[in-house]
Structures are given as C-alpha cells and as structure tokens.
C-alpha cells in the first residue's frame, strides 16, 4: 500500500484564494519532505526542501512567500499555495524520506487548477 | 540548465522486444541514480536504482547501465509488455539516495501489441 498520502488529489479554485496539500508518511517518519511540480509534458522541478521542525530550503526562482512549506511533525508536511493565480495551475507532487535516507517514496500527486 | 536529459521524447517498441531508453548527466557529484514510471495525474513510481559504485543493476525485466565516464545510464526493458507503456524518468541526486532529486525530461515509452 500507499506509504505516502497525499491530498487532495485535485483541486478547482478561483483566482486569489489560498489553497493547501497535505502529504503523510503513513508508516514511518519522514525526517525530510521534497516538494515537486510539474507543467504538462515537462519534467518534476523541485520547488523546496523541507526538515521537520526547521524552515524549509527553497529553490531558485521559487517564491517562498507564495508557497508556504510547513513541517511540522515526522509524518506531516503541508504545501500552501497562496493568492492562487492561473499560472500556478501544476500538479504538485510530494516525496518523503527517512532519517537514515534509505528510501525515498513519493505522494500520488495533486492537479491544481485555478480559475 | 538541465543537468539530467533524455533527450529522446518519445519511443515506440513491439511487444516482446527491448526497449532501451536513454539518460544523460553533466553533474559530475551524482552519486546515485534511479529510474521512475509515471502515469498522468500519478506520482512517478520507482523502478530501479543503481550507486555509481556499480556499472550495471537487474531487477527481474529492468536492467540499468551506468557508464561514468560517459555519464550516461540506460533502462533495459525486456521482453516489453503494454502495461509497460508510460512516461520513464531518470533521476539523480548527490550524496546518497533520501537527497533531493534532480530529474530528467522524461520519455514516452509505447509498447505497440
């Protein structure tokens, strides 16, 4: 089964509002959380970094201020993609690992659309 | 800067023959490197790994190469099946496998009946 939950698993919002993804390790803890997106026909781009308890490591060109990255517990880490607008419409994608960085198991995926 | 390619988008192969599809890298770091399925609205599903420690790994039907020296990797298929038919991606990352990973542009593998 699904060692990584993510949700929800689609999305429809309106221009401006906020909208938050969920990813879960459901049976270990995962000390880091990647946090993915990728446009139609094109490759995953890390967008961040996140540790449990610490702030999250953004990539270049990645707006921390719009994405807001929580972890704050060993199963939980929470993407927030603020003031939503249409260019932001992506399916995003969560990975999770352990402490020891043995495995890396990845979330189903959430297809943002925004109006 | 693209630092993991596959530069062939797309491959069509007849059900029970190879396929074999293609990664190049530039960074020169990697260290380890992994193979992933990915269906539309899905998240990739892994394949296979191999560490730049070893040249060659085999998991039943799936086979990566690595050449270093060539930084080039390789994804045997064999024999294809059509539920094989899907988007492959090779990723990479540095210093061992929870690392962020970094991947390549993906190739559509259809698996003609």
């Known amino acids: 089964g699904a060692v990584v939950s993510q949700h929800p698993s689609r999305v429809i919002c309106k221009s401006g509002t906020s909208v938050k993804i969920e990813c879960r390790s459901l049976?270990?803890?995962?000390?880091?959380m990647f946090w993915y997106r990728q446009f139609p026909k094109q490759s995953l781009m890390l967008m961040a970094t996140?540790?449990?308890?610490?702030?999250?490591?953004?990539e270049q060109g990645v707006e921390k201020d719009k994405f807001l990255i929580n972890h704050a517990s060993l199963t939980l880490s929470t993407l927030t993609v603020t003031s939503a607008h249409p260019e932001d419409s992506s399916f995003y994608i969560c990975?999770?690992?352990?402490?020891?960085?043995?495995?890396?198991?990845f979330g189903s995926g959430t297809q943002l659309s925004v109006l | 800067d693209q630092q993991v390619k596959q530069n062939s988008p797309s491959l069509s192969v007849q059900e029970g023959r190879i396929s074999i599809l293609n990664c190049d890298y530039t960074?020169?770091?990697?260290?380890?490197f992994l193979w992933y399925k990915k269906y539309p609205a899905e998240g990739p599903t892994f394949l296979i790994s191999?560490?730049?420690?070893?040249d060659k790994n085999e998991d039943g039907r799936f086979t990566v190469f690595l050449n270093k020296s060539a930084k080039h990797l390789s994804l045997h298929i064999v024999p294809s099946q059509p539920g094989d038919s899907a988007v492959y991606f090779c990723?990479?990352?540095?210093?061992?496998?929870?690392?962020?990973?970094?991947f390549g542009t993906g190739t559509r593998l259809t698996i003609i009946p």
């Open positions: 990975s999770a690992t352990d402490r020891i960085f043995e495995k890396l198991f």
């Open positions: 049976d270990f803890q995962a000390t880091t």
């Open positions: 996140s540790n449990e308890g610490s702030k999250a490591t953004y």
């Open positions: 960074n020169s770091m990697f260290d380890y």
């Open positions: 191999i560490s730049s420690i070893k």
């Open positions: 990723a990479a990352s540095a210093r061992g496998v929870g690392k962020k990973l970094t």
